[in-house]
T-cell receptor, first 112, second 114 residues
Framework: KQEVTQIPAALSVPEGENLVLNCSFT??????LQWFRQDPGKGLTSLLL?????REQTSGRLNASLDKSSGRSTLYIAASQPGDSATYLC???????????FGKGTRLHILP | GAVVSQHPSWVICKSGTSVKIECRSL??????MFWYRQFPKQSLMLMAT?????????EQGVEKDKFLINHASLTLSTLTVTSAHPEDSSFYIC??????????FGPGTRLTVT
């Protein structure tokens, strides 16, 4: 059974710092991996989608990497800003049946 | 492109009544839609998968008679919570699959049962 773990569960860092959020999954037979952002009481905002044939994706200050063989992905946020404060969810697409398994998320707080 | 809407965004209902939540893909056709439930400070849990014109497939532990799902068209799926009780209070999020292995999420519906 696929399990997705995100570490740390919560993180507070001063504004301006670079930071890394970690995601690991137990079954390397995934298709895509996606990082989302969720603000309190809101839905999901897709940040980056990494297809199985890719190793990383970049969007602005965000960079996500994927290492399927080791079952790991990282989300790198450069020059963090208070507006980056949110919960970040990692999700993997199971092979063949198109279902997503979510991690429990990392609650990020950027201190101004 | 690839916008998914949900209606209502929030709803309060009395215990014992039923409430319907709509999920629409606004600018694409979705052969598959998914319904998730999220408790406070928890992650999303898949409730069911629905395909247009066929019965929904429910995840283990989800009561199909309580959570009725209808996927009548390629752009609309509905979730009806029947005989709602306070423990059904939660945040419900739908997603629509535009391509295989690529889902687009709605903004969610906050259900409060009093």
């Amino acid at each position: 059974k696929q399990e997705v773990t995100q570490i740390p569960a919560a993180l507070s860092v001063p504004e301006g710092e670079n930071l890394v959020l970690n995601c690991s999954f137990t079954d390397s037979a995934i298709y895509n991996l996606q990082w989302f952002r969720q603000d309190p009481g809101k839905g999901l905002t897709s940040l980056l989608l990494i297809q199985s044939s890719q190793r990383e994706q970049t969007s602005g200050r965000l960079n996500a990497s994927l290492d399927k063989s080791s079952g790991r992905s990282t989300l790198y946020i450069a020059a963090s800003q208070p507006g980056d404060s949110a919960t970040y969810l990692c999700a993997v697409y199971k092979n063949r049946d198109d279902k997503i398994i979510f991690g429990k998320g990392t609650r990020l707080h950027i201190l101004p | 492109g690839a916008v998914v809407s949900q209606h209502p965004s929030w709803v309060i209902c009395k215990s014992g009544t039923s409430v319907k939540i709509e999920c629409r893909s606004l600018d694409f056709q979705a052969t598959t839609m998914f319904w998730y439930r999220q408790f406070p400070k928890q992650s999303l849990m898949l409730m069911a998968t629905s395909n247009e014109g066929s019965k929904a497939t429910y995840e283990q532990g989800v009561e199909k008679d309580k959570f009725l799902i209808n996927h009548a068209s390629l752009t609309l799926s509905t979730l009806t919570v029947t005989s709602a009780h306070p423990e059904d209070s939660s945040f419900y999020i739908c997603s629509a699959s535009r391509y295989l292995y690529e889902q687009y999420f709605g903004p969610g519906t906050r259900l409060t049962v009093t």
